[in-house]
């Protein structure tokens, strides 16, 4: 059975797999029709201001009379592209880091690993936050500094990938039969590295989810009149007696999309890592404290 | 433990100390605009603006101002906030880590004595309704966001069953009880959380111990199964456990930032918010300086300690 053919069998036995695939289509799917699909416009003051939940407004209105259902239908695609840039940011600096790192070594290396080093030296979120507070508070500024934090999570696993594969007889094999280095990399070292990067990819990708919720709560990321899950946190638990739904379908909006990404991670490491023998429960995802 | 392994640990914590020290130099030293400017307001006389920048020292070279930092930084020296009334930065700084420590010791407290017996017992009953139950609350617990769940108990407990204060903060001098009263909805929701987190190392810490030989000989020569539990298996569980709590309430401490901002809890994360948005840097600065500190003697503490219980580690 060729490797494709196993990991779909797998798959097929997973039911869970199959309910997460079918939320991440969900959720993507919203964000794609979100306009389409949203009641009203996220931005029109369509009632009375701070209203409970009628048949008119599910989850009832906002400070100013706007629907909160519809701002948080229409506020998914900021969720999901915040936590695609910011992931990309990490990928695309972080991957050639640890590649380079892991086959080069000696002071390239070293230097690159004390750059993680430094990263790694500060609570996340504080780094975060500080690159924020000193770039200007945006959602732009946000997702980069999302980013940046990111990039020990791709450099040191994809050096530790690499430095293990770069023993392994095949790539010495490529070098024997004159590969230059570019061609070792590209075809020899980064398919081994490529799945378990799909796997961090989506840890990380929930990470930043909740980080960019987190500091749009704080006022730092993106900024009114944006239907931001975590802006909508903000305002909404200063009207909790009025409005409770506001502030909670904003949270359990955040809630379920890191659930989503956190659970896929999983999915894709039991169906692209073979090697690795899963114990139920014994190997914790990587998702950061937030 | 070995006099050379505290000595590696110690140089290596100065190190990143070091790093963190610099980072933060030059990450503010990016600001777009005038430091002096942004104080005094744009519309400030151009000779009011030089005193203050010769006050912050802005005038000099870049190595120099490192320098100075650095010097400054080693004697304890944490200067003056310009922004803020020209009030010692320290004063501002450590009442409010201290109020952090203290949120971040009760979360941890309550973490603990939920994740040590849920992880136990799912280890100890491998496929049981307690496993299964354990692993729906920890998957929960790793997406659910402390904010959330604190935004939930504020709901429940505040709003709709009013037991408890809804946010806030009094001195312990003031008013003891309320002080506490204040204290348990931050802590029960980061504590829940972060036990979701510790129950699942403790659980997979358990397991590993229980496939042990020692554990099987333990067996053979006759002891009741609890006496293996308590006497041979929990301790060396225990082990790894610490690194995990240690090195997760090194993150407590930076991740307290959101949930202090839900309870208005006065501290250092709430202190960087109320800084950055008033935009003293200054503070800002030292604050986020002073939390990558904390950070990394907690780490240094939790390699010393590991050290301390496990000989082992100190001579590899």
Redesign the interface.
Known sequence: MSRWARSLSRLRRNVLSLVVIFALAGVVGLAAVAESVAPYGPFAVVAAPVQRPSPAHWLGTDEIGRDVLSRLVVGTRITLMAGLVATLIAVVIGVPMGLVSGYYGRGLDAAMMRITDGLLAFPPIILAMAMVAVLGASLTNTMIAIGIVQIPRFSRLVRAVTLATKQLEYVQAARALGGDDLHIIRRAIFPNVASMVFVQFSLAFATAVLTEAGLSFLGLGAQPPSPSWGLMLDLGRKLLSKNPFYALSAGAAVFLVVLVFTLLGDTLRDLLDPFQTTRPGSAPALTSSG | MSARFVAQRLLHGGL?LW??AT??FF??R???GDPAAMTLGFDAPPEALAALRAEMGLDKPLHVQYATWLFNLMRWDLGRSATSGNAPVAGLVFPSLWRTLELASLSMLVAISIAVPLGML?ALR?GSTVDQL??VV???G???????LG??A??VF??MIPLLPSAGYVPPAEDLVLHIKYLILPAASVGLV?AA?LA??M??GM?DVLSQDYVRTAYAKGLPGWRVNARHALPNAILAFVTEVGV?F??????M??IE??FTWPGL?WL??QS??NRA?DV?QIA?LI??AA??IVNLLVDLSYGVMDPRIAYE
């Open positions: 990143v790093i963190v980072a933060v990450l503010f990016v600001i777009p799912a491998v354990a692993r920890t998957t929960i790793f997406s659910m966001p402390t904010y959330v935004i939930v504020l709901v505040a709003e972060m987190r699942r190392f659980r997979a397991l997760n090194g993150l407590l401490i930076g991740g930032v959101v901002q839900v994360g960087m918010i950055t948005l840097y800002v986020v939390s990558a950070f990394v």
